[in-house]
């Protein structure tokens, strides 16, 4: 290679470098991250009445069923009652009928978008909910350090466990083309922009065969395309606008695949952590690519990190959303607010969540 042409392709890296650089506008996070890191404790309940909100379709429900009654006939308890999930009813109806029937605990069987839902409605009681994986991705159970493939364990968890409070988070999505609006609660990451077109866009037969990895085939047909104009505002500050291809907010930060995708984020820290994602290029993808899966912690001019309690985006062209990988309707705007300790959840004795 010429020496010529060394030169220009490294002027042209750093031309790019000094233009990203450029194009982010720096938002201030008024809160340091502090921690609770709440001991577990036993429920101190001899007998307790269990309800089960179960994704019937699941491969392993059956099995996860037996086992839940068969742990609690040899406890010498009340047999469960489970109140199974409809394609009309994803478990909101089905959690409300666990606690009208006085459920010390409710189980959520099923992947992400059950536990998020049957969260969202024990979320600010004193209920407990107890994690019984059986879906792709299992966010929230990685999370709380649950193997998502022991199943007989995480019902033993779910029964017998001691349990703590966790942080949830609402997200708020309003549409000005269409009028519409609705709002949910997320427990692992929700996001706007790339993130949830891959949501929105992987194959189902292809997750069922592969599971988490068929996120990575989507993910790469939605490399290409342009950034985004938005204003980002944290905490009710003055909006700044940034050009961006994606933005995550995060009550904790292990996915799929053993990634701890945001490092720094805690589920019982009272904040979210937003990452802004802003490449303009394959070699803008590359450099976050490597900074996460090397968990090095040199700043990029691409890949953003904030936190705050609440957070507002405007978008003038409606964007895609997602809650904990469930697809959530296209915005104008969308504003993110953290509830602290709002969720009493079961998990190993003595285990700590990051």
Same mark, same amino acid.
């Given at each position: 290679?010429?020496?010529?042409?060394?030169?220009?392709?490294?002027?042209?890296?750093?031309?790019?470098?000094?233009?990203?650089?450029?194009?982010?506008? *720096?938002?201030?996070?008024?809160?340091? /991250?502090?921690?609770?890191?709440?001991?577990?404790?036993?429920?101190?309940?001899? *007998?307790?009445?269990?309800?089960?909100?179960?994704?019937? !379709?699941?491969? +392993?429900?059956? #099995?996860?069923?037996?086992?839940?009654?068969?742990?609690?006939?040899?406890?010498?308890? &009340?047999?469960?009652?489970?109140?199974?999930?409809?394609?009309?009813?994803?478990?909101?109806?089905?959690? /409300?009928?666990?606690?009208?029937?006085? %459920?010390?605990?409710?189980?959520?069987?099923?992947?992400?978008? =059950?536990?998020?839902?049957? %969260?969202?409605?024990?979320?600010?009681?004193?209920?407990?909910?107890?994690?019984?994986?059986?879906?792709?991705?299992?966010?929230? %159970?990685?999370?709380?350090?649950?193997?998502?493939?022991?199943?007989?364990?995480?019902?033993?968890? %779910?029964?017998?466990?001691?349990?703590?409070?966790?942080?949830?988070?609402?997200?708020?999505?309003?549409?000005?083309?269409?009028?519409?609006?609705? &709002?949910?609660?997320?427990?692992?990451?929700?996001?706007?922009?790339?993130?949830?077109?891959?949501?929105?866009?992987?194959?189902?037969?292809?997750?069922?065969?592969?599971?988490?990895?068929?996120?990575? &085939?989507?993910?790469?047909?939605?490399?290409?395309?342009?950034?985004?104009?938005?204003?980002?505002?944290?905490?009710?500050?003055?909006?700044?606008?940034?050009?961006? /291809?994606?933005?995550?907010?995060?009550?904790?930060?292990? !996915?799929?695949?053993? !990634?701890?995708?945001?490092?720094?984020?805690?589920?019982?820290?009272?904040?979210?952590?937003?990452?802004?994602?802003?490449?303009?290029?394959?070699?803008?993808?590359?450099?976050?690519?490597?900074?996460?899966?090397?968990?090095? +912690? /040199?700043?990029?001019?691409?890949?953003?990190?904030?936190?705050?309690?609440?957070?507002?985006?405007?978008?003038? #062209?409606?964007?895609? =959303?997602?809650?904990?990988?469930?697809?959530?309707?296209?915005? =104008?705007?969308?504003?993110?607010?953290?509830?602290?300790?709002?969720?009493? !959840?079961?998990?190993?004795?003595?285990? #700590? =969540?990051?």
């Amino acid at each position: 290679m010429s020496d010529w042409l060394l030169y220009l392709i490294i002027a042209g890296v750093l031309a790019f470098a000094a233009s990203s650089w450029w194009g982010v506008r *720096r938002l201030k996070a008024r809160h340091i /991250r502090s921690a609770v890191w709440e001991e577990t404790h036993s429920p101190g309940l001899g *007998r307790q009445k269990v309800a089960v909100v179960l994704n019937p !379709i699941k491969a +392993k429900s059956a #099995e996860a069923r037996a086992l839940i009654e068969d742990a609690c006939l040899e406890a010498g308890w &009340e047999r469960p009652r489970f109140f199974d999930t409809t394609a009309e009813d994803p478990g909101f109806s089905q959690a /409300r009928q666990a606690l009208g029937y006085g %459920a010390d605990v409710v189980l959520a069987g099923g992947g992400d978008g =059950t536990v998020r839902v049957v %969260a969202e409605v024990l979320a600010g009681t004193d209920t407990a909910m107890g994690l019984i994986p059986l879906g792709t991705g299992n966010l929230l %159970a990685r999370n709380v350090h649950l193997d998502v493939y022991d199943l007989p364990g995480n019902v033993q968890t %779910a029964l017998f466990g001691h349990q703590r409070f966790i942080d949830t988070a609402r997200m708020r999505v309003e549409n000005s083309r269409t009028g519409g609006s609705t &709002e949910h609660t997320f427990l692992v990451i929700a996001g706007i922009g790339m993130d949830a077109e891959v949501v929105g866009d992987t194959n189902d037969g292809l997750k069922k065969a592969v599971g988490w990895l068929a996120y990575t &085939e989507a993910g790469v047909r939605h490399l290409p395309g342009r950034r985004k104009k938005v204003s980002i505002a944290l905490d009710d500050q003055p909006e700044q606008t940034r050009k961006i /291809r994606s933005v995550l907010f995060a009550n904790c930060g292990l !996915i799929p695949g053993g !990634i701890d995708f945001i490092p720094q984020a805690m589920i019982d820290d009272g904040m979210l952590d937003v990452v802004v994602m802003s490449p303009r290029s394959a070699i803008g993808w590359l450099a976050m690519y490597w900074k996460i899966l090397l968990k090095h +912690k /040199r700043n990029l001019p691409v890949m953003s990190y904030y936190r705050s309690g609440k957070i507002t985006i405007r978008c003038a #062209e409606p964007m895609p =959303t997602q809650l904990d990988g469930d697809p959530s309707g296209e915005a =104008t705007e969308v504003t993110i607010q953290v509830a602290p300790g709002s969720l009493l !959840i079961r998990v190993k004795d003595g285990t #700590e =969540t990051d």
